[in-house]
């Protein structure tokens, strides 16, 4: 089933407060997971790991490093779940 | 009809160690390498490490701590049927590294095997040498990891320089009135053989003079992805396999891998604060067959009130391979031991 990109959005918030412990608030589409909410290499593997779990899709090793920004990995997602 | 052997519960009766003593800093290690204290800290939580001596080999090592897992278990080498050797960084292909142990402890008679499964290599040995106990197989089973990195290093590779390091670790298992070695939870992801590797292989290594020395490498966020999300469900399975639940542990002792890996898979394991987790990795690196008996020892002297208690311990590592179980830990050795 496709999921909504609001849906996805809420629960990346929510995955990368609990991963790497940033506000779920300032989890914004247009913001760069490194440069902007400071997650790095190894809490994005984290953050991947859990939104395989949480949206039933499969995000590849060589699809992660082109998630930059959220909007990047929320659209993959909604994408996958097509 | 064949007879067969009836054997007993079992348990880990002791440990011993053999740390390596040359500590070596961050600072040594990032002077080969493009990285920092900070970085390395960070990602793998990972402060020094201990490097063997260049003349020592992974049969040197494994007798200090198996030596001391004997004697801490209050028997003698002659007592001890099968030895179960776990490493990697044997550089011999024959004969095995546990033969070149037994004769060195004086018992030239017992059963003795090389184990490879690498970081997973200590708990595949628990395993077998539980149910050989339990098989009636076998009465004193010792299992030793043992791994000399240093010789299969490359100091200039970033993905690995910083990682690993030497050192041995061992445990008596012998019969016991009770259960102390819960099932062991184990397996392969042999879709992943290509994340952890040795490069060139000796082929190689001999047919092409160019090729360099075979050194062991690894695609680190690979491994780090496959241990968070696998391994911490083999620590449930493992778990519920012994009928008990995370509350009733008292110690969480997985392969020193990374810090970041370990503390990822006791949150998601759910285990309790009260659970006591084995952070060995800092002072001693990656140790791979090593690092659960070395983590084993270093929590016990920090934690005496931990011996007797319930510890998860779980190994994972090339291949990909894993084996976990939930173990009774060695009870403190009698005084005239150290």
Redesign the interface.
Known sequence: MALSQDAVLSGIKEIVEEVAGIPAASVEMGKNFTEDLDV???SM??V??AA??RFGVKIP?DQVAGLATVGDAVNFIVKASN | MIKVNKGSDSAILSVGAYRAPRLVSNEEIVSKIDSSDEWIR??TGIETRRFADENVDVIDMAEVAAREAIERAGITADQIDTVIFASITYPLQTPSAATGLIARLGNYKAAAMDLGAACAGFTYGIGLGSDLIRGGTSKYVLVVGSEKFTDFLNLEDRATAFIFADGAGAVVIGPATEPGIGPTVWGSDADSRDAIWMNPSWLEFKNNPNAPWPYIAQEG??V??WA??SISKIGKAAIEASGLKPEDLKAFIPHQANL?IIE?MAKDMKLPESVVIADDIRETGNTSAASIPLAMDSLLKTHPELHGGLALIIGYGAGLVYAGQVIKLPPKPAATSK
Do not use: A, I, P
């Open positions: 790095d290499s190894l593997v984290e991947v790991v395989e779990e090793d | 960070q990602r966020q690979k780090f992805r968070v999300f970041r990822t």
